[in-house]
């Protein structure tokens, strides 16, 4: 029993191949997911075969505890997975740069996972990592177009633990930081608040330049340059170099790094530069070199060292300034020159280099071309500094922190400060007596008065150590030094008040050894007696003269004045200490303490006791303090402040209102960011420190004093001051009040009740006020207040008085207030909802009852409904917590909550949405957040409470009017697959589907209990539930199979399919209705229907049954259930065309219906049955339609459905409309394609359905414009006849044409029109004897295989080819179609192992057309060859095509005897051309041909097409000769004469009479004699004709040709004995008597000659003639026309050919009428005879030059069929006959004697290329019998020599597959013999050879016809020769079948190229030995080459000189070979 499993994952740790049924390799290390799983096995997925599922077992897997996978680090692996395969459709379709973007994406998310998965990192820097990836697949995913992760940080969530609001608002913040993120990964969230403070990371990279062989001090600090400050911002960072180099001095560890700290956005402007200021420190005077110093050093103690300026650099930091505080800033390197100027500038060379003062410095070179001067790198932090040390701790490890010189932007309650900045500017100094100028050094110490110097308080750069004195640096004999150098103070505080500061000068000589000389000092005290500090900016100071450094002593000077105006000395003092006037010393100072002031104001209020007079002044001044200074002293100064407010009984004193003044500016100023953090401090200081427990009565009163007195105020700001800070009055008024209580026991708590409703009261009449622009912000304030200020009353008042104080304030304010005062009062009720309040179960009733009205009035008016949708999302965001928090028990309280906010909220949001769904609105998604966030905390208490509350007094009109627009709102919603989400919110919409769905549950019961009765039922209420749900299966978002294995999987754990739950609550409500289903029906088949095709098998299984219903339904009400049925249909092809259903939908639908209906046994059981199996019928051709319906290749395809279907609605069900939709969609079909005939056919079809007498209108699919019924078949037949004319098929058009004819003229009498289609017509008539039309080729196509749609499998089709398409062109066609199908290499039946295979496999072969013309049946005179030759290729239906087979033994040296033909007959369902290109076979027949027969009917055709070469020649003498001269020299000079000895040898003999072969074919074998002998006679009239045409130049051709001619009859003299016919003219020779025994034949009237009659006659007397009346003249032949299409059958007499005596002549014959006969003919003239001593044929002439080739301009179609019981050659006097006479006779044989080979001669077809040669030949001869059995070797011939031979060159192999071409080896594939165009039909179905001289004059019009085929094109060796199709001159006693006439015809074969390989064959007796193997391929051919005995006789016989000779065209010639050489001839004839 397997058990499913969730989310059980697991790893391989050993191999395991899958070696059982099911069974899922793997191997180790493969992760696979577990689905099911048993005892022993596990089913499941592994991640590398993700399509895969099968099972495995237990003991192969170890099972992952998920609880220990970083999730993180699973949602990484999940996303690789899923963006590998992406990211190879990337790589197919050439997107190469996401493709290269998206690897790097992965492969970093890769090393982020090996990182996470190392777990070797600390918590912040796993959180920083795991930012980090989230934050690229995040990138990934939008990228991509995948859907939204819904996360809070880095970890997704899971939606079953958060509500829909929630959900929605995670989503929002989700979606906000994916828009921030990039692929190499973000900060961890977007910035929600402007960061206001920033730090800078420092450090020195290098530094390059060395100063002499001194140590060098560089000093860095910021400088603000603007104009108007131009001041540093830092203190000053130090970073020592020694003598040797930068890189050799290390002092400590990161002693070149610092971090400036606290730049606030002010700071950080284009203005922001860091100053380098380098100092050298050595002598004063640099030594001369290094080494000099060097061995100074060495030799004498160390000289003073003194700091002296170098050089300065300046790096502007704008482009630092630029930054993007959401991504983490890069640490970038920068590099700046040192300048220097003299040292007077010094001071302000950095203003200099900002200022681009380029005359006043320059830069410092030194040795080294190379060096960059200063290189430091830089990294702008942000947020505060501890922040950026938890960030950046490897960049604070040992880092100096350098302060700014001054306060941050804002200031922590926890920074503690004490530092006073103070800068030597400089200085004014006497000579003194001297020449030079002095080298200043001044000392900085400070002391106490007592004169002790206060040791570690001074620091002269950031990375110093602290010191006791500091040292100036020194310029050069200056008496005016400016020094400009910083230094920072840290006084201990409680030292401060004591201690001052001290500046001494000293002078330093260039060359004394000792000290420098103190000569005069200055002082500074750091704190007045009144405890203000040093006030910043610049102080002058006295500078007093003094040597003595003992004297320097603290008391001596501290009374004496440090400068000017100093209130500290004393006035008549007297001192050892005397200063000069124009001596002084400027310093300048700034402090920068949180514990020391310098404001006397602050000093005086906080010493207010003291001096009470001047409070008044002291708090005036306390108003303009600096902000600053106010918050560092903030307790202070509160308890002095509120010690003035009040006096010890707790009123008023004078001073109360000003204080009161005071305190709301020191609130007001820590509302502001600069201060946010001071907040906890003040609550700290009114919770800890706070002890006024009386002063609440005067903040009441001064509160109530403001709020009345505000519209009278001239001055806002203190209103509005007042009344924002009233957050922190009644927290100290609270405060009071307990401390009061506490003291007292609480005392007086009426009174204080009474005076905050009294506050109150007066707060709503500010509010009531009319508002105006002064007084707004007042109230804003106000009410951005009221939240706190109601959270802070909670423990002073009860819940329902807060409750009223709420509603009351926020009621006071006017319906029509100004958009800012509705504004704040929602977020004054937002601040209620979300503060403490509402967390509480007795105040929450209560604010929740308030805030329900004012969203009720917003929402009905329908503004500011974003504020009303935040108010609601946090009210159901805590009813939510609430309720996870009581799952267990939930309270009465939060069910009344729930209640109410249903109550009031539900009904008013649905009616809002649903009035905005119509347009665009941003608030709308929320909104409906809302709603489903609210229908997610009801449950089903609620919903009866909320129904019962709709329906008051069972009114169920309210509760209808919720309902239906509650459902239109809901569909609105899931039609548009929750559009009002964004589209990869998937995680979303299904969460909302999942509470949609459960409420939809309780939205039925209230349909069931309320609408369903009869009097109450609600029919469009009904439907409406029931389109809702049919809108919520259908969903997009829930068709799970449109999403990859895992993401569906994982949908199915979290919220199953919800398609299943839903459609289990459709059927229940469906059979809840009952008796009133029927109102339903059949509007809810199109919504039922679509259930079940949604492709969940057990929601089809369950909800199929709905139709049994619908039909039990219908038929009890209606008799039947024609309703339903039509519908079904209707919608059902809709459907199905919407890519919905499937195979499987079909079988359920038949199988389930079926069994119900068979189960429940109704009355209407024989319908239903039949309903459900033609529906079935229509489920497969709609499905077979829609999978073909993209793509080009399917077009066919298309096709082929669309006709399945259209004759499905028109057969089946009759429906018109859907009939006519698909007709349509066929002829928009074959336009695409130009099937322009097959176009016109399908219109058509809609033709026929209109009629001419019909005005009422009808309309057509896609137009809505109606036509009368007789104009719509008119326009129909225009299109149609546009159509036909395009496609060629005149024919086809002309009834057309005289239907509209007669419609112009009998009816519409319009003639206009009528003379247009007459004109038409006479085009069309036109058209076809004047146009050029290729004949379309045909193809029998097996499809087998299980791998085909239906509409195909395992059938045959016979295919119309395109024009001039070929077979190769042809398969290559079906192979694009079918690209996944093997092509079949035999013709052989399938068998059943095809035929059930799951592949595809074609089978391709070439057809002939059988023609069954009836238009020509009541033909009365001749048919022109155009005209019948349409019939021929068109309007067919049977089709044919051979396969040779052997019977008996095998006669490996002639198989002529056992060579069977088994020919096959297809019939198909409808005549090509049709509606389609293509037809099913319907039936097929099998027969076989004998041997003698099949030789038979190779010897007819190439005596056929002999004979057309000469009508040709006869009819236009002109034309070219070379085609003539090559196809004769081919026949009569070939050297190939085994095919006619090989049937000798064969058929003419006793023992084959006597086998079982040979009986009962003994007519057969006297019609092949009979043909053999009449070839001669063809041949003799060829050459006449010949000698007469042939110019001088083809005379000895000629010559050479009769020669070979008369080795030819010798050769054949065993058949019977020739004699000459003379050819003199017989005009004046006495007639002879005419023979009345032993004719050989009865002769016909010539006056009823037919052109299908034949005649036969054999002389043996010269003497005997025919008269010239009893032929057709050459001039009347020229016009003869093909008469008939049948042929007469002779007597059995006539089968035996007796000699004839020169005394009887045989009469005329007199031949029948046949049924077609029209007219009687004369035959031509008949030449004048011989000396019938003249020799036969002279001796040959030299050949001519090679050079005579062919004329190529047109191909010769193919000879024909002949039907040998019927057909015959012309009649009597067609073609002249000569006896042979005695002498000839013996000259005959003389001739043969001498050769003691003799020569046999092969009968082969003509040339296929002659343009003339078209029409079978229609006489006949009879020839010697001839007995020599020695074989003629074949010459060898070159490559060009044979390209009209006739000859076939096709291999062995090629002739055994040719009725199974399937690829073209050239440009042409060899093609089915054609025997259309020498064939025609009779109406018996058989196939009669008309021979008529006149039918063949048309045939050279022709060219290049569809039916030639290129042999010199294949590379394949020549096969051997092939028998020549028979004549009919043997009647057969029984008339064979059509099928059994039949024989195998070669195409023409038409060349085109010069490089042809021809070869002529080699002798069946050369090469029997190879016949038996080649043979075996035989059987698959059809296209079998006749071209004359030689050729096709064997269809047989291989050449053994294909080892010699390869695949080139040129044979090794045999041993046997003539002499004579043939390759001297243009020899392009066939071979005879």
């Known amino acids: 029993m397997w058990i499913s499993s969730n989310n059980k994952y697991g790893v391989a740790i050993h191999n395991w191949n899958g070696d059982v049924r099911y069974g899922l390799p793997i191997d180790v290390g493969d992760s696979v997911e577990i689905l099911e799983e048993c005892k022993n096995w596990y089913r499941g997925t592994c991640a590398r075969k993700s399509r895969a599922v099968g099972i495995f077992p237990k003991t192969y897997i170890h099972i992952k505890d998920l609880s220990k996978i970083d999730p993180v680090v699973a949602e990484c692996t999940q996303v690789l997975r899923e963006w590998s395969e992406i990211w190879k459709k990337l790589f197919v379709d050439r997107e190469t740069y996401k493709f290269h973007t998206l690897r790097k994406v992965m492969l970093s998310i890769l090393e982020c996972r090996r990182e996470l998965l190392g777990a070797t990192l600390t918590q912040d820097q796993t959180l920083e990592l795991q930012t980090l990836v989230v934050s690229r697949i995040d990138w990934g995913n939008r990228k991509l177009g995948l859907d939204q992760v819904p996360r809070i940080g880095p970890l997704a969530i899971d939606p079953h633990n958060i509500g829909i609001v929630g959900l929605y608002n995670v989503h929002v913040t989700s979606a906000d930081n994916a828009k921030a993120s990039s692929s190499r990964g973000t900060l961890r969230r977007k910035v929600q608040r402007k960061i206001l403070t920033h730090h800078l990371y420092f450090c020195m990279r290098d530094f390059g330049h060395r100063i002499g062989g001194d140590d060098a001090e560089v000093y860095f600090f910021l400088y603000d340059a603007n104009p108007m400050r131009m001041r540093a911002l830092s203190e000053r960072f130090l970073v020592k170099i020694s003598k040797d180099g930068f890189s050799n001095y290390i002092e400590k560890l990161h002693s070149n790094c610092t971090v400036f700290t606290d730049l606030g956005a002010v700071d950080l402007n284009e203005d922001l530069h860091l100053v380098a200021v380098v100092m050298r420190v050595g002598k004063i005077i640099p030594s001369e070199t290094g080494k000099k110093v060097e061995k100074n050093n060495s030799l004498c103690c160390t000289s003073p060292t003194y700091r002296r300026p170098f050089g300065m650099g300046v790096l502007p930091l704008n482009?630092?300034?630029?930054?993007?505080?959401?991504?983490?800033?890069?640490?970038?390197?920068?590099?700046?020159?040192?300048?220097?100027?003299?040292?007077?500038?010094?001071?302000?060379?950095?203003?200099?280099?900002i200022k681009k003062s380029n005359g006043k410095f320059s830069p410092i070179t030194s040795g080294n071309q190379n060096t960059q001067g200063i290189v430091v790198s830089l990294k702008l932090l942000h947020g505060g500094l501890g922040q950026a040390r938890q960030e950046q701790p490897l960049l604070f490890q040992g880092t100096t922190i350098t302060r700014k010189m001054g306060f941050p932007d804002v200031i922590m309650p926890g920074d503690v400060r004490n530092d006073l900045f103070i800068t030597l500017e400089r200085g004014e100094f006497e000579r003194g007596g001297k020449n030079t100028a002095k080298n200043i050094l001044t000392t900085v110490v400070v002391l106490d008065t007592a004169g002790n110097i206060l040791t570690d308080c001074l620091w002269g750069a950031s990375s110093m150590d602290p010191q006791n004195y500091y040292k100036s640096m020194i310029l050069y004999h200056q008496n005016s030094p400016c020094w400009n150098e910083m230094l920072r103070l840290s006084v201990p505080i409680d030292k401060f008040s004591v201690a001052h500061v001290r500046f001494e000068f000293r002078h330093c000589s260039t060359r004394d050894k000792s000290d420098p000389k103190l000569f005069g000092f200055s002082f500074a005290r750091l704190m007045d007696a009144s405890g203000a500090t040093l006030t910043d900016g610049q102080h002058e100071l006295y500078v007093y003269k003094c040597e003595d450094p003992a004297k320097l002593h603290a008391g001596n000077y501290l009374k004496l004045p440090s400068k000017s105006k100093d209130p500290h000395a004393k006035v008549d003092c007297s001192s050892i200490f005397h200063r000069s006037s124009k001596e002084v010393f400027v310093m300048k100072s700034l402090l920068c303490s949180t514990k020391l002031t310098q404001n006397a104001d602050l000093l005086s209020l906080l010493q207010w006791r003291t001096n009470p007079e001047s409070i008044q002044d002291s708090l005036t001044g306390v108003l303009r303090l600096n902000d600053e200074e106010l918050v560092k002293f903030l307790q202070d100064v509160l308890d002095a402040l509120f010690a003035m407010f009040s006096n010890e009984e707790g009123n008023s004193t004078e001073h109360s209102g000003l204080v009161f003044h005071v305190l709301v500016s020191i609130f007001s100023v820590l509302q502001s960011n600069k201060f946010q953090h001071f907040r906890p401090v003040m609550n700290a200081y009114i919770e800890n420190h706070f002890a006024a427990a009386l002063v609440y009565k005067g903040l009441i009163t001064s509160v109530e004093h403001m709020a009345v007195f505000m519209t009278k105020a001239e001055h806002p700001d203190p209103f509005q001051k007042c009344f924002s800070s009233l957050e922190y009055i009644f927290k100290l008024l609270i405060q009071s009040r307990k401390l009061f209580a506490r003291a007292t026991g609480g005392q007086y708590e009426d009174s204080f009740r009474r005076d905050l409703h009294s506050l109150f009261t007066a707060l709503n009449g500010m509010l009531a006020v009319p508002s105006y622009d002064v007084i707004i912000p007042t109230q804003e304030a106000l009410l951005n207040s009221t939240g706190v200020v109601l959270e802070q009353l909670k423990d002073t008042l009860p819940a329902p008085e807060l409750g009223m104080l709420a509603r009351n304030m926020l009621d006071a304010i006017p319906r029509d207030a100004p958009v800012r005062l509705i504004q704040a009062k929602l977020n004054a009720v937002k601040d209620l909802v979300s503060g403490e309040l509402f967390h509480e179960d007795d105040s929450r009733t209560v604010v929740l009852s308030v805030a329900c009205k004012h969203l009720r009035m917003h929402l009905g008016r329908r503004d500011e409904l974003l504020l009303c949708a935040e108010i609601i999302s946090e009210i159901l965001n805590h009813l939510y917590d609430l309720q996870r928090q009581q799952r267990e028990k939930v309270t009465n309280t939060l069910q009344h909550d729930l209640d109410s906010l249903c109550k009031n909220i539900l009904g008013i949001l649905i009616k809002t949405i649903n009035i905005m769904m119509d347009g665009a609105n941003n608030v709308l998604p929320q909104l409906v957040a809302c709603l489903l966030g609210l229908l997610q905390l009801l449950d089903e208490t609620h919903y009866k409470h909320y129904w019962d509350e709709l329906s008051p007094n069972k009114d169920p009109r309210d509760l209808k009017e919720f309902l239906t627009k509650s459902l239109v709102v809901f569909e609105e919603l899931l039609s548009q697959d929750w559009l009002v989400f964004p589209t990869d919110w998937l995680v979303m919409k299904l969460a909302s589907n999942d509470v949609l769905r459960k409420a939809l549950e309780e939205f039925a019961k209230p349909l069931v209990y309320r609408f369903l009765g009869p009097q109450s039922f609600d029919s469009p209420l009904w439907w409406s539930y029931f389109s809702l749900a049919v809108t919520f299966l259908t969903q997009p978002s829930l068709q799970l199979e449109k999403y990859r294995e895992p993401k569906r999987r994982k949908i199915l754990n979290t919220h199953g399919d919800m398609r299943v739950l839903m459609g289990f609550q459709i059927l229940s409500m469906w059979s809840q209705l009952g008796e009133q289903k029927l109102h339903f029906i059949p509007s809810m088949v199109g919504p039922f229907l679509e259930v079940t095709l949604v492709p969940e098998q057990a929601l089809r299984k369950a909800t199929l049954t709905v139709f049994y219903d619908m039909m039990q339904c219908e038929q009890s009400a209606r008799g039947s259930f024609r309703l339903v049925e039509s519908e079904l249909i209707d919608k059902l092809d809709l459907l199905i065309s919407e890519n919905k259903g499937d195979d499987e939908y079909r079988e359920l639908f038949s199988t389930i219906l079926l069994e119900k209906v068979q189960t429940e046994n109704p009355?209407?059981?024989?319908?239903?049955?039949?309903?459900?199996?033609?529906?079935?019928?229509?489920?497969?051709?709609?499905?077979?339609?829609?999978?073909?319906?993209?793509?080009?290749?399917?077009?066919?395809?298309?096709?082929?459905?669309?006709?399945?279907?259209?004759?499905?609605?028109?057969?089946?069900?009759?429906?018109?409309?859907?009939?006519?939709?698909?007709?349509?969609k066929l002829h928009d079909l074959h336009l695409q394609a130009e099937n322009f005939t097959e176009a016109g056919y399908t219109l058509k079809l809609y033709a026929n359905m209109l009629n001419w007498d019909r005005e009422s209108l009808c309309y057509a699919p896609n137009d809505n414009t109606g036509q009368p019924e007789w104009q719509r078949k008119e326009r129909l037949y225009h299109e149609i006849l546009k159509y036909f004319d395009k496609g060629k098929c005149w024919e086809k058009g002309i009834p057309l044409c005289k239907e509209l004819a007669v419609l112009y003229e009998t009816r519409r009498f319009d003639y206009n029109k009528l003379s247009e289609i007459l004109i038409l017509e006479a085009k069309f008539f036109q058209n076809i004897l004047t146009q050029l039309r290729p004949e379309p080729e045909y193809f029998r196509v097996g499809f087998y295989g299980q791998g085909f749609p239906l509409f195909v499998r395992n059938k045959q089709f016979v295919y119309r080819g395109l024009e001039y398409e070929r077979i190769g062109a042809f398969t290559q066609r079906l192979q694009t179609e079918f690209p996944t199908a093997q092509i079949l290499t035999n013709n052989s039946p399938p068998d059943n192992s095809i035929l059930t295979a799951p592949e595809q496999y074609i089978q391709i072969s070439n057809v002939r057309p059988v023609g069954d013309a009836q238009a020509l049946k009541t033909a009365m005179v001749p048919v022109p060859e155009k005209i019948a030759r349409f019939y021929e290729v068109n309007d067919v239906t049977r089709f044919i095509y051979d396969r040779p087979i052997y019977k008996g033994p095998i006669d490996k040296d002639n198989e002529f005897k056992s060579l069977w033909i088994e020919r096959t007959k297809l019939e198909i369902s409808n005549p090509l051309p049709g509606i389609l290109r293509w037809f099913e076979v319907k039936q097929k027949t099998v027969h076989e041909i004998t041997p003698v027969e099949f030789a038979c009917e190779t010897m007819n055709n190439v005596g056929k097409e002999l004979w057309d070469l000469i009508v040709q020649y006869r009819s236009d003498p002109k034309r070219n000769i070379n085609p003539f001269s090559m196809r004769l020299q081919g026949i009569i000079d070939a050297n190939v004469m085994g095919g006619i000895s090989k049937y000798q040898e064969a058929f003419f003999s006793e023992q084959f009479l006597k086998s079982p072969q040979g009986h009962g074919q003994?007519?057969?074998?006297?019609?092949?004699?009979?043909?053999?002998?009449?070839?001669?006679?063809?041949?003799?009239q060829a050459l006449e004709l010949h000698g007469t045409l042939a110019p001088a130049g083809v005379q000895p051709l000629h010559n050479r040709l009769l020669e070979r001619f008369s080795q030819l009859k010798q050769s054949l003299s065993g058949l019977g004995r020739l004699k000459r016919q003379h050819s003199e003219s017989i005009v004046n020779t006495p007639l002879p008597p005419l023979p009345t025994e032993n004719r050989a034949m009865t002769l016909g009237n010539p006056n009823m000659y037919t052109g299908a009659s034949n005649y036969y006659g054999v002389y043996e007397q010269d003497d005997i003639y025919t008269r010239p009346g009893d032929t057709l003249r050459p001039v009347e032949a020229a016009n003869t026309l093909l008469i008939n299409n049948s042929y007469q059958t002779l007597s059995n007499e006539s089968m035996s050919i007796p000699e004839v005596t020169r005394d009887k002549v045989p009469p005329v014959p007199n031949r029948p009428r046949s049924q077609n006969f029209m007219a009687n003919l004369d035959g031509p003239e008949v030449p004048p005879k011989r000396n019938p001593n003249q020799p036969s044929s002279p001796s040959a002439p030299p050949l001519p030059p090679r050079g005579i080739t062919p004329d190529k301009r047109a191909s010769n179609p193919l000879a024909n069929i002949n039907d040998f019981s019927n057909s015959h050659y012309p009649t009597a006097g067609s073609i002249p006959r000569r006896p042979v006479s005695a002498h000839h006779q013996q000259q005959q044989q003389q001739q043969q004697q001498q050769h003691e080979h003799g020569q046999k001669y092969s009968v082969v077809d003509i040339s296929f290329d002659d343009p003339e040669a078209d029409q079978p030949p229609h006489t006949q001869t009879s020839v010697g019998e001839t007995s020599t059995h020695n074989a003629v070797a074949s010459c060898g011939y070159g490559p060009n020599d044979f390209r009209d031979s006739g000859i076939s060159t096709t291999s062995s192999h090629e002739l055994n597959n040719l009725n199974n071409l399937s690829e073209e080896s050239s440009s042409n594939s060899l093609s089915t013999v054609h025997h259309r165009d020498h064939c025609r039909m009779t109406s018996n179905g058989s196939l009669d050879s008309a021979y008529t001289i006149n039918a063949t004059l048309n045939i050279s019009q022709r060219e290049n016809s569809a039916n030639s085929f290129d042999i010199e094109d294949l590379p394949m060796p020549p096969p051997p020769p092939?028998?020549?199709?028979?004549?009919?001159?043997?009647?057969?006693?029984?008339?064979?079948?059509?099928?059994?006439?039949?024989?195998?015809?070669?195409?023409?074969?038409?060349?085109?190229?010069?490089?042809?390989?021809?070869?002529?064959?080699?002798?069946?007796?050369?090469?029997?030995?190879?016949?038996?193997?080649?043979?075996?391929?035989?059987?698959?051919?059809?296209?079998?080459?006749?071209?004359?005995?030689?050729?096709?006789?064997?269809?047989?016989?291989?050449?053994?000189?294909?080892?010699s000779g390869g695949n080139n065209a040129n044979a090794s010639a045999s041993p046997n070979a003539s002499a004579t050489n043939i390759n001297e001839i243009p020899n392009d004839g066939g071979t005879f």
């Open 1922 to 2003: 092939i028998p020549p199709k028979s004549l009919n001159i043997i009647a057969s006693t029984d008339s064979s079948s059509l099928d059994e006439q039949h024989s195998p015809l070669p195409k023409a074969n038409q060349i085109h190229s010069a490089t042809a390989h021809h070869s002529h064959t080699h002798l069946p007796n050369q090469s029997s030995n190879n016949l038996q193997q080649n043979l075996n391929h035989i059987s698959h051919s059809q296209n079998c080459p006749q071209n004359g005995i030689g050729a096709n006789g064997n269809y047989l016989a291989s050449k053994k000189s294909d080892a």
């Open 319 to 353: 482009d630092i300034t630029h930054y993007d505080s959401s991504v983490e800033a890069e640490e970038k390197e920068y590099n700046f020159k040192i300048y220097q100027c003299e040292e007077k500038d010094f001071h302000q060379l950095h203003e200099l280099i």
């Open 1163 to 1224: 009355g209407w059981k024989e319908s239903g049955i039949a309903f459900i199996g033609s529906v079935t019928r229509l489920l497969e051709r709609l499905l077979d339609y829609r999978s073909v319906m993209q793509g080009e290749e399917n077009r066919d395809k298309r096709m082929s459905c669309t006709v399945n279907l259209l004759n499905f609605y028109k057969n089946e069900i009759n429906r018109k409309e859907m009939y006519l939709r698909y007709i349509y």
């Open 1562 to 1580: 003994q007519a057969n074998v006297q019609k092949l004699k009979a043909l053999i002998l009449e070839q001669i006679q063809v041949l003799e």
